[in-house]
């Protein structure tokens, strides 16, 4: 499968969000709302299909990748630590895992009495 195809499949289930409200448009649920059935990209959307919550025309939304794929944009994943690979609910868990540990630390001091 070449690079080209690659691309166009990973964007074929990129979500799209709506710049007017936030609506997140996701080909694998379609728009009960519109009558598009579950995958249905975004680029094969009818063109007078309009954001099921403010009516907003397809040319507000915006392109905000897959559900679980990193986050941030594909040409900084290589940089960092390795936290730019993590998906949103990976860092999620590392950041308040941290700060969890840094209060219990916190709170041991109290035993040293």
Do not use: H
Request: glycine share 12%; net charge neutral; with cysteine.
């Amino acid at each position: 499968m070449s690079e080209e195809t690659t691309q166009v499949n990973t964007q074929e289930q990129d979500r799209y969000e709506c710049r007017s409200c936030g609506y997140i448009y996701e080909p694998t649920k379609g728009s009960s709302a519109n009558k598009v059935s579950p995958g249905t990209a975004f680029a094969n959307l009818p063109v007078r299909w309009r954001c099921p919550v403010c009516g907003a025309s397809t040319t507000q939304f915006v392109n905000v990748g897959p559900v679980e794929g990193p986050s941030g944009f594909k040409e900084n994943l290589g940089y960092g630590f390795g936290v730019n690979i993590l998906t949103p609910s990976q860092k999620n868990i590392l950041i308040f895992g941290a700060l969890a540990l840094g209060f219990l630390f916190f709170l041991s001091l109290y035993g040293l009495r």
